[in-house]
């Protein structure tokens, strides 16, 4: 079963714009997780953060955490036509699994 | 690169037909993940193993199985296949266990068809 949740399914937008995906989630966690997949690639971690942070910055990327929420975020400043990819946050569920949510598809026109 | 690697990249096969995925974890890494694919979908998570032991699990069929071995390398075995098996099978690979602390590599995926 999908433990994530994410906003939008699809986000287009143009090159040197910004884009928002958010995630939701339904039980607690110890960590959430944001990758990026290019088109029939493997995923590949883009930033990790424990449920006691609630932001964390990795160049471009700025991810927030809210866990009364039960949500997080994934801003990329700046975007590129290389950032065409999809997005998904896992998480952990608080066990030693770590599930998927079903992914934001990001289109960056140049 | 991510240091799993996974073999073969594709596979084509009837239904009905048994198939067995490997997957060869980071260096270190003793913790190995399954998961599926299917077109245009998330990942559903399918079994994990530390160390050799089965440690969680998720949507995995009955016609579905894994094991790791004592090199910790996994396989991941696809029987009576169908149709719906079609899919791509990724592992992933992380160097440890509970709580779930570091990120987890992916190999470049099995692309299974079933025809």
């Known amino acids: 079963s999908q433990q994530g949740e994410e906003d939008p399914q699809a986000l287009s937008i143009q090159e040197g714009e910004n884009a928002t995906m958010n995630c939701s989630y339904k039980?607690?966690?110890?960590?959430l997780q944001w990758y990026r997949q290019n088109s029939g690639r493997g995923l590949v971690h883009l930033i990790l953060?424990?449920?006691?942070?609630r932001e964390k910055h990795s160049g471009r990327l700025r991810v927030t955490l809210d866990t009364s929420k039960k949500s997080s975020s994934l801003l990329i400043t700046a975007s590129r036509a290389a950032d065409t990819a999809s997005y998904f946050c896992?998480?952990?569920?608080?066990?030693?699994?770590?599930?998927f949510g079903t992914g934001t598809r990001l289109q960056v026109f140049p | 690169d991510s240091g799993v690697t996974q073999t073969p990249k594709h596979l084509i096969t009837a239904t009905g037909q048994r198939v067995t995925l490997r997957c060869s974890p980071r260096?270190?890494?003793?913790?190995v993940y399954w998961y599926q694919q299917s077109l245009d979908q998330g990942l559903q998570f399918l079994i994990q193993?530390?160390?050799?032991?089965?440690?969680a699990k998720g949507n995995i069929l009955e016609r579905f199985s894994a094991q790791q071995f004592p090199d910790l390398h996994s396989e991941l075995n696809l029987s009576s296949l169908e149709l719906g098996d079609s899919a791509l099978y990724f592992c992933?690979?992380?160097?440890?266990?509970?709580?779930?602390?570091?990120?987890?590599?992916f190999g470049q995926g099995t692309r299974l068809t079933v025809v």
């Open positions: 992933a690979s992380s160097p440890w266990t509970g709580p779930l602390n570091t990120e987890a590599f």
């Open positions: 039980t607690s966690i110890n960590n």
């Open positions: 953060i424990r449920s006691n942070e």
């Open positions: 896992a998480t952990d569920k608080g066990t030693d699994k770590l599930i």
């Open positions: 260096s270190g890494d003793l913790s």
């Open positions: 193993y530390y160390n050799g032991e089965e440690r």
